[in-house]
T-cell receptor, first 114, second 110 residues
């Protein structure tokens, strides 16, 4: 079984709709992240959470919100989807070991906003 | 501001050696990581450098110079399966988050 899972894997929605992307992990990591990936722009951080009570904005949080329901679950919401939110979304988890932090990524959710 | 610069594309021949450079400007610095991503897949961790010097893991090596804010990933004995995108990433001390570069697309030719 995959350690980091994302649902749905693919989603098509219309402008103005609310949509939620879900991420679950069985790695026992306390840190979780949401990134979006666009061609030529790499991975850009949307939100991150270092534990259940800690939520932080990343580089591009406008238009997004998150919920850390439990240590193992971190959801990303688009309250009113717009076409330029069409992208590949990745959830990641990490466990800090000293200064090093290795991130483990889920398989991604491909979102198309029409 | 925060920025990581790496070439957008590199092409090399099977069996050759290729170096992918990364320069960074960030708010504090813990270390430099490298991730590999195949088409349609998720990024996977390759290496991490916190101190100056070369770290070797099989065919892959990673180098860091903190004074130059520079690092590189060296891939030896290239194989077709190495065709992928490679991202450098810096873990910042301010905010403790990781910033990724835009990625380098490596094409390995037969």
């Amino acid at each position: 079984d995959a350690d980091v899972t994302q649902t749905p894997r693919n989603r098509i929605t219309k402008t103005g709709k609310r949509i939620m992307l879900e991420c679950s992990q069985t790695k026992g990591h306390d840190r979780m992240y949401w990134y979006r990936q666009d061609p030529g722009l790499g991975l850009r951080l949307i939100y991150y959470s270092f534990d259940v009570k800690d939520i932080n904005k990343g580089e591009i949080s406008d238009g997004y919100s998150v919920s850390r329901q439990a240590q193992a679950k971190f959801s990303l919401s688009l309250e009113s989807a717009i076409p330029n939110q069409t992208a590949l979304y990745f959830c990641a988890t990490s466990l800090r070991t000293g200064g090093q932090e290795t991130q483990y990524f889920g398989p991604g959710t491909r979102l198309l906003v029409l | 501001g925060q920025s990581l610069e790496q070439p957008s594309e590199v092409t090399a021949v099977e069996g050759a050696i290729v170096q992918i450079n990364c320069t960074y400007q960030t708010s504090g610095f813990y270390g430099l990581s490298w991730y590999q991503q195949h088409d349609g897949g998720a990024p996977t961790f390759l290496s991490y450098n916190a101190l100056d010097g070369l770290e070797e893991t099989g065919r892959f090596s990673s180098f860091l110079s903190r004074s130059d804010s520079y690092g590189y990933l060296l891939l030896q004995e290239l194989q077709m399966k190495d065709s992928a995108s490679y991202f450098c990433a810096v873990r910042e001390t301010g905010g403790f988050k990781t910033i990724f570069g835009a990625g380098t697309r490596l094409f390995v030719k037969a």
